[in-house]
Protein backbone atom coordinates (compact mmCIF):
# COMPACT_ATOMS: atom_id res chain seq x y z
CA UNK A 1 0.00 0.00 0.00
CA UNK A 2 1.14 3.75 -0.97
CA UNK A 3 0.65 6.39 1.19
CA UNK A 4 0.17 9.73 0.06
CA UNK A 5 -0.08 12.99 2.08
CA UNK A 6 -0.51 15.88 -0.38
CA UNK A 7 -3.25 16.43 -2.85
CA UNK A 8 -0.78 17.37 -5.89
CA UNK A 9 0.92 13.76 -5.19
CA UNK A 10 -2.26 11.81 -5.21
CA UNK A 11 -3.27 13.33 -8.40
CA UNK A 12 -0.26 13.03 -10.37
CA UNK A 13 -0.11 9.29 -9.26
CA UNK A 14 -3.73 8.98 -10.33
CA UNK A 15 -3.38 11.02 -13.48
CA UNK A 16 -0.25 7.99 -14.17
CA UNK A 17 -2.19 5.25 -13.26
CA UNK A 18 -5.64 6.32 -15.49
CA UNK A 19 -3.09 6.94 -18.55
CA UNK A 20 -2.04 3.08 -18.00
CA UNK A 21 -5.54 2.44 -18.52
CA UNK A 22 -6.72 1.48 -14.72
CA UNK A 23 -9.57 2.54 -13.34
CA UNK A 24 -10.25 3.88 -9.96
CA UNK A 25 -12.47 3.29 -6.96
CA UNK A 26 -12.32 5.33 -4.13
CA UNK A 27 -13.40 5.26 -0.48
CA UNK A 28 -13.89 8.22 1.78
CA UNK A 29 -13.53 7.57 5.42
CA UNK A 30 -13.20 8.88 8.63
CA UNK A 31 -10.79 6.16 10.29
CA UNK A 32 -11.68 4.12 13.27
CA UNK A 33 -12.29 1.76 10.68
CA UNK A 34 -14.58 -1.46 10.99
CA UNK A 35 -15.80 -4.19 9.13
CA UNK A 36 -18.09 -1.92 7.11
CA UNK A 37 -15.72 0.14 5.91
CA UNK A 38 -13.45 -2.95 4.72
CA UNK A 39 -16.54 -4.08 3.20
CA UNK A 40 -16.82 -0.84 1.07
CA UNK A 41 -13.30 -1.63 -0.12
CA UNK A 42 -13.62 -5.15 -1.10
CA UNK A 43 -16.33 -3.72 -3.45
CA UNK A 44 -14.62 -1.11 -4.89
CA UNK A 45 -12.31 -3.63 -5.47
CA UNK A 46 -14.34 -5.72 -7.14
CA UNK A 47 -15.36 -2.83 -9.57
CA UNK A 48 -12.30 -0.90 -10.48
CA UNK A 49 -8.42 -1.54 -10.61
CA UNK A 50 -6.85 0.33 -7.92
CA UNK A 51 -8.51 1.04 -4.97
CA UNK A 52 -8.11 4.13 -3.09
CA UNK A 53 -9.27 4.69 0.57
CA UNK A 54 -8.61 8.47 1.87
CA UNK A 55 -8.69 8.58 5.58
CA UNK A 56 -9.56 12.65 6.96
CA UNK A 57 -11.32 13.35 9.87
CA UNK A 58 -13.07 16.03 8.23
CA UNK A 59 -13.45 19.34 11.02
CA UNK A 60 -16.55 21.06 8.63
CA UNK A 61 -19.01 18.41 9.00
CA UNK A 62 -18.98 18.64 12.49
CA UNK A 63 -21.69 20.69 13.82
CA UNK A 64 -20.52 20.30 17.48
CA UNK A 65 -16.97 20.57 18.63
CA UNK A 66 -17.10 18.23 21.83
CA UNK A 67 -18.47 15.52 19.17
CA UNK A 68 -15.29 16.37 16.85
CA UNK A 69 -13.18 16.18 20.03
CA UNK A 70 -14.18 12.80 21.00
CA UNK A 71 -14.31 11.21 17.54
CA UNK A 72 -12.32 7.89 18.08
CA UNK A 73 -8.86 8.24 15.86
CA UNK A 74 -6.89 5.01 15.41
CA UNK A 75 -4.94 5.65 12.49
CA UNK A 76 -1.99 2.97 13.39
CA UNK A 77 -5.17 -0.04 13.64
CA UNK A 78 -6.30 1.61 10.59
CA UNK A 79 -3.26 1.48 8.33
CA UNK A 80 -2.68 -2.49 9.58
CA UNK A 81 -6.56 -2.98 8.40
CA UNK A 82 -5.92 -1.51 5.07
CA UNK A 83 -3.25 -3.58 4.57
CA UNK A 84 -5.15 -6.53 5.41
CA UNK A 85 -7.79 -6.04 2.74
CA UNK A 86 -4.75 -5.01 -0.15
CA UNK A 87 -5.53 -1.57 -0.64
CA UNK A 88 -3.73 -0.04 -2.98
CA UNK A 89 -3.50 3.79 -1.93
CA UNK A 90 -4.30 5.67 1.36
CA UNK A 91 -4.54 8.94 1.19
CA UNK A 92 -4.21 10.65 4.34
CA UNK A 93 -4.11 14.53 4.21
CA UNK A 94 -3.99 16.66 7.41
CA UNK A 95 -6.32 19.51 8.33
CA UNK A 96 -3.78 22.42 6.40
CA UNK A 97 -3.69 19.87 3.91
CA UNK A 98 -7.32 20.07 2.86
CA UNK A 99 -8.05 23.24 4.16
CA UNK A 100 -5.15 25.95 3.21
CA UNK A 101 -7.80 28.52 3.90
CA UNK A 102 -11.28 28.87 4.80
CA UNK A 103 -13.52 27.03 2.54
CA UNK A 104 -16.46 29.46 1.85
CA UNK A 105 -18.47 27.27 -0.11
CA UNK A 106 -22.15 27.23 0.43
CA UNK A 107 -24.15 24.41 -1.50
CA UNK A 108 -27.92 24.42 -2.15
CA UNK A 109 -29.53 20.79 -2.19
CA UNK A 110 -32.98 21.92 -1.58
CA UNK A 111 -34.87 20.30 0.47
CA UNK A 112 -32.32 17.23 0.66
CA UNK A 113 -29.98 18.23 3.45
CA UNK A 114 -33.19 20.05 5.17
CA UNK A 115 -34.69 16.86 6.65
CA UNK A 116 -33.84 14.29 9.44
CA UNK A 117 -29.71 14.46 9.81
CA UNK A 118 -29.96 18.44 8.26
CA UNK A 119 -32.54 19.51 10.37
CA UNK A 120 -30.54 18.32 13.93
CA UNK A 121 -27.26 18.71 12.47
CA UNK A 122 -27.19 21.68 11.05
CA UNK A 123 -24.12 22.68 8.44
CA UNK A 124 -23.25 19.05 8.26
CA UNK A 125 -23.97 18.29 5.16
CA UNK A 126 -22.35 21.14 3.90
CA UNK A 127 -19.74 20.35 5.59
CA UNK A 128 -19.50 16.82 3.89
CA UNK A 129 -20.15 18.33 0.23
CA UNK A 130 -16.94 20.25 1.07
CA UNK A 131 -14.60 18.13 1.89
CA UNK A 132 -15.72 15.21 -0.40
CA UNK A 133 -15.73 17.41 -3.29
CA UNK A 134 -12.28 18.27 -2.18
CA UNK A 135 -11.56 14.77 -2.28
CA UNK A 136 -13.38 13.68 -5.74
CA UNK A 137 -11.02 16.89 -7.50
CA UNK A 138 -7.98 14.91 -6.05
CA UNK A 139 -8.49 11.50 -6.57
CA UNK A 140 -10.54 12.02 -10.16
CA UNK A 141 -12.40 8.71 -9.56
CA UNK A 142 -14.25 6.86 -11.75
CA UNK A 143 -16.33 5.36 -8.59
CA UNK A 144 -16.91 5.73 -5.43
CA UNK A 145 -18.03 3.79 -2.45
CA UNK A 146 -20.28 4.62 0.12
CA UNK A 147 -22.26 3.10 2.67
CA UNK A 148 -26.24 3.03 2.72
CA UNK A 149 -25.83 3.11 6.72
CA UNK A 150 -25.85 6.91 5.92
CA UNK A 151 -28.17 6.95 3.43
CA UNK A 152 -28.97 10.80 3.50
CA UNK A 153 -25.35 11.18 3.18
CA UNK A 154 -25.61 8.90 -0.27
CA UNK A 155 -28.76 10.99 -1.48
CA UNK A 156 -26.84 14.23 -1.19
CA UNK A 157 -23.30 12.89 -2.55
CA UNK A 158 -25.42 11.99 -5.81
CA UNK A 159 -26.81 15.34 -5.79
CA UNK A 160 -23.50 16.70 -4.97
CA UNK A 161 -21.90 15.19 -8.74
CA UNK A 162 -24.91 15.74 -10.32
CA UNK A 163 -25.14 19.24 -9.82
CA UNK A 164 -22.19 20.67 -8.85
CA UNK A 165 -19.39 18.52 -10.36
CA UNK A 166 -21.10 18.54 -14.17
CA UNK A 167 -18.00 17.73 -15.93
CA UNK A 168 -16.76 14.48 -14.03
CA UNK A 169 -18.27 11.62 -14.52
CA UNK A 170 -18.16 9.99 -11.22
CA UNK A 171 -20.41 7.30 -10.65
CA UNK A 172 -21.60 6.85 -7.05
CA UNK A 173 -21.64 3.48 -5.65
CA UNK A 174 -24.06 2.32 -2.63
CA UNK A 175 -23.29 -0.58 -0.57
CA UNK A 176 -25.14 -2.46 2.09
CA UNK A 177 -24.98 -2.02 5.41
CA UNK A 178 -23.20 -4.11 7.85
CA UNK A 179 -23.86 -4.95 11.26
CA UNK A 180 -22.70 -6.07 14.80
CA UNK A 181 -23.54 -9.57 15.50
CA UNK A 182 -26.57 -8.13 17.40
CA UNK A 183 -27.96 -6.43 14.46
CA UNK A 184 -26.13 -3.06 15.16
CA UNK A 185 -24.95 -1.05 12.48
CA UNK A 186 -21.38 -1.00 12.44
CA UNK A 187 -20.05 2.61 13.17
CA UNK A 188 -16.61 4.27 14.67
CA UNK A 189 -19.08 5.59 17.19
CA UNK A 190 -19.73 2.28 18.82
CA UNK A 191 -16.48 2.39 19.85
CA UNK A 192 -17.81 4.71 21.92
CA UNK A 193 -20.51 2.78 23.60
CA UNK A 194 -19.96 1.19 27.01
CA UNK A 195 -20.74 -2.65 26.80
CA UNK A 196 -23.89 -2.89 28.47
CA UNK A 197 -24.77 0.17 25.83
CA UNK A 198 -24.05 -1.60 22.72
CA UNK A 199 -25.77 -4.44 24.10
CA UNK A 200 -29.07 -1.88 24.51
CA UNK A 201 -28.45 -0.23 20.98
CA UNK A 202 -29.46 -4.04 19.32
CA UNK A 203 -32.91 -3.13 19.91
CA UNK A 204 -32.84 -0.37 17.41
CA UNK A 205 -31.97 -2.84 14.48
CA UNK A 206 -34.55 -4.93 15.93
CA UNK A 207 -37.34 -2.62 16.31
CA UNK A 208 -36.87 -1.65 12.35
CA UNK A 209 -36.64 -5.18 11.20
CA UNK A 210 -40.06 -5.89 13.18
CA UNK A 211 -41.55 -3.17 11.65
CA UNK A 212 -40.89 -4.13 8.12
CA UNK A 213 -42.66 -7.39 9.03
CA UNK A 214 -45.59 -5.95 10.06
CA UNK A 215 -45.75 -3.27 7.59
CA UNK A 216 -48.51 -4.46 5.45
CA UNK A 217 -50.83 -4.31 8.70
CA UNK A 218 -50.41 -0.62 9.64
CA UNK A 219 -50.32 2.75 8.39
CA UNK A 220 -47.49 4.63 7.32
CA UNK A 221 -48.38 6.78 10.77
CA UNK A 222 -48.83 3.53 12.73
CA UNK A 223 -45.54 2.24 11.72
CA UNK A 224 -43.36 5.25 12.90
CA UNK A 225 -45.69 5.69 16.28
CA UNK A 226 -44.65 1.76 16.62
CA UNK A 227 -40.47 2.29 15.68
CA UNK A 228 -40.35 5.10 17.85
CA UNK A 229 -42.70 3.81 20.80
CA UNK A 230 -40.89 0.09 20.88
CA UNK A 231 -37.22 1.91 20.76
CA UNK A 232 -37.56 4.84 23.83
CA UNK A 233 -39.71 2.02 25.62
CA UNK A 234 -36.06 0.98 26.32
CA UNK A 235 -34.45 3.25 29.39
CA UNK A 236 -31.07 3.47 27.50
CA UNK A 237 -32.60 4.83 24.09
CA UNK A 238 -33.71 8.33 23.02
CA UNK A 239 -35.11 8.32 19.29
CA UNK A 240 -34.39 11.82 18.04
CA UNK A 241 -36.09 11.22 14.86
CA UNK A 242 -37.60 8.68 12.86
CA UNK A 243 -39.12 9.52 9.20
CA UNK A 244 -40.24 7.28 6.61
CA UNK A 245 -39.08 8.69 3.25
CA UNK A 246 -38.46 8.10 -0.27
CA UNK A 247 -35.15 7.37 -1.56
CA UNK A 248 -34.77 10.03 -4.27
CA UNK A 249 -36.14 13.29 -2.89
CA UNK A 250 -36.24 11.92 0.70
CA UNK A 251 -40.07 13.43 0.77
CA UNK A 252 -42.56 12.01 3.38
CA UNK A 253 -43.84 9.04 2.53
CA UNK A 254 -47.85 9.26 3.08
CA UNK A 255 -49.31 6.39 1.99
CA UNK A 256 -48.09 2.80 1.60
CA UNK A 257 -49.54 2.77 -2.23
CA UNK A 258 -47.42 5.50 -3.41
CA UNK A 259 -44.84 4.10 -6.60
CA UNK A 260 -41.40 4.99 -5.35
CA UNK A 261 -38.92 3.54 -2.44
CA UNK A 262 -39.51 4.11 1.13
CA UNK A 263 -36.75 4.39 4.02
CA UNK A 264 -37.46 4.31 7.07
CA UNK A 265 -34.73 6.08 8.86
CA UNK A 266 -33.97 6.33 12.35
CA UNK A 267 -31.22 9.06 14.83
CA UNK A 268 -31.40 7.64 18.49
CA UNK A 269 -28.72 8.60 21.25
CA UNK A 270 -27.73 5.70 23.72
CA UNK A 271 -26.08 7.82 26.46
CA UNK A 272 -24.64 10.64 24.62
CA UNK A 273 -23.70 8.39 21.44
CA UNK A 274 -25.76 9.39 19.06
CA UNK A 275 -26.37 6.57 16.32
CA UNK A 276 -27.78 6.17 12.92
CA UNK A 277 -29.47 3.08 10.91
CA UNK A 278 -32.29 2.65 8.25
CA UNK A 279 -34.82 0.26 6.86
CA UNK A 280 -35.61 -0.19 3.34
CA UNK A 281 -39.82 -1.01 3.11
CA UNK A 282 -39.45 -2.31 -0.33
P1 LIG B 1 -17.21 7.33 8.04
O1 LIG B 1 -15.80 6.94 8.29
O2 LIG B 1 -18.11 7.08 9.19
O3 LIG B 1 -17.34 8.71 7.45
O4 LIG B 1 -17.74 6.34 6.93
C1 LIG B 1 -17.05 6.17 5.71
C2 LIG B 1 -17.91 5.35 4.79
O5 LIG B 1 -18.18 4.09 5.38
C3 LIG B 1 -19.28 6.00 4.51
O6 LIG B 1 -19.61 5.80 3.14
C4 LIG B 1 -20.19 5.22 5.42
O7 LIG B 1 -21.53 5.18 4.96
C5 LIG B 1 -19.57 3.85 5.34
N1 LIG B 1 -20.00 3.01 6.45
C6 LIG B 1 -19.94 3.34 7.77
N2 LIG B 1 -20.49 2.35 8.50
C7 LIG B 1 -20.91 1.39 7.65
C8 LIG B 1 -21.57 0.14 7.80
N3 LIG B 1 -21.91 -0.32 8.99
N4 LIG B 1 -21.85 -0.57 6.69
C9 LIG B 1 -21.53 -0.09 5.46
N5 LIG B 1 -20.90 1.08 5.25
C10 LIG B 1 -20.61 1.82 6.32
New binding site residues.
Partial sequence: MIIIKTRKEISEKIIQLKKEGKTIGF???????????L??IEIAQKHTDVSVVSLFVNPTQFNNSKDLEKYPRTIETDIDKLQSVCTDILFLPNADEMYPEEDTRVFDFGKLDKVMEGKYRSGHFNGVAQIVSKLFESVLPDKA??????FQ??VIIKELVKKFMPDTDIEIVG?????EKGGL?????NELLGAVERENANIISKVLEKSKEIVNEKSVEEIKKYVVAEINSNSFLKVEYFEIVDDVKLENIKNWSENNKKVGCVAVFCGEVRLIDNVYYN
Fill in positions: VPTMGALHQGHSLFFGLKDQYCPIIRAMSSR
